[in-house]
């Protein structure tokens, strides 16, 4: 496999289920991060991890929880959605230096119920 | 300061046009940008970028051009053909801390019509 690999591609929950979204890159990168993009908004970035350490979080509400236990690999816990959650959410890789650019995956749509 | 405005929000070009797509950004500390073009279930893909120390940009029949002093940047796609529809999405980033933090635009639709 190459690039950024998202699983599921789609995911349909209730308000009080908890799953997770799965992101995977073969890039050799060391810096992942977790967007939001909903209709005709700006892609919303959620979540930092640069050498595994993260380094944003833009005031994501605590009902979304990521986790990067290598640099390889990126997770994002959701529990207690909001209908307004639904979006297609999408992970990225880079190198954590220099103008390197974001590989995205082609994203988890999710909907909330 | 954050933000990236974007315009238009949708084109409609026959083909063999040429498309333009502007973006304007306040923060000044900004200093990379890209363009990324989207197809429908897929995520974005970097198309062009372009550093501040240079006023132009051009891969192939996509161009991109920079105004410092006016903080616009726009993407001219030339002899635009019916596989270029796709949505757009300009961004700014400030790479001089760690981590790429990318501001997008709210993104362009492009139709190019045959």
């Known amino acids: 496999e190459t690039g950024v690999t998202q699983t599921p591609r789609h995911l349909v929950m209730g308000m009080t289920n908890k799953k997770s979204l799965k992101c995977e890159q073969h890039?050799?990168?060391?810096?992942m991060y977790w967007y939001k993009q909903s209709a005709k908004k700006p892609l919303e970035l959620m979540f930092v991890y640069s050498l595994e350490e993260r380094v944003e979080n833009n005031s994501v509400p605590s009902r979304f929880s990521p986790e990067c236990p290598n640099s390889s690999h990126l997770f994002l816990h959701l529990h207690t959605l909001q209908p307004e959650d639904s979006a297609l959410y999408l992970c990225a890789s880079s190198q954590a230096r220099g103008y390197s650019p974001l590989h995205f995956g082609n994203g988890t749509r999710l909907t909330v119920t | 300061q954050q933000q990236v405005k974007q315009s238009p929000q949708s084109l409609i070009v026959q083909k063999g046009g040429i498309s333009i797509i502007n973006c304007a950004y306040e923060n000044t500390a900004f200093d990379y940008f890209p363009w990324y073009q989207q197809f429908p279930g897929k995520g974005p893909a970097l198309l062009i970028a372009?550093?501040?120390?240079?006023s132009e940009k051009k891969e192939g029949r996509f161009t991109i051009s920079f105004n410092k002093s006016a903080k616009q940047f726009s993407l001219h796609i030339m002899d635009s053909q019916p596989g270029d529809s796709a949505t757009y999405f300009c961004?700014?980033?400030?790479?001089?801390?760690?981590?790429?933090?990318?501001?997008f635009g709210a993104g362009t639709i492009l139709r190019v019509k045959s």
């Open positions: 890039l050799g990168h060391n810096a």
């Open positions: 372009i550093r501040p120390d240079v």
């Open positions: 961004a700014a980033g400030d790479f001089s801390k760690y981590g790429n933090k990318l501001v």
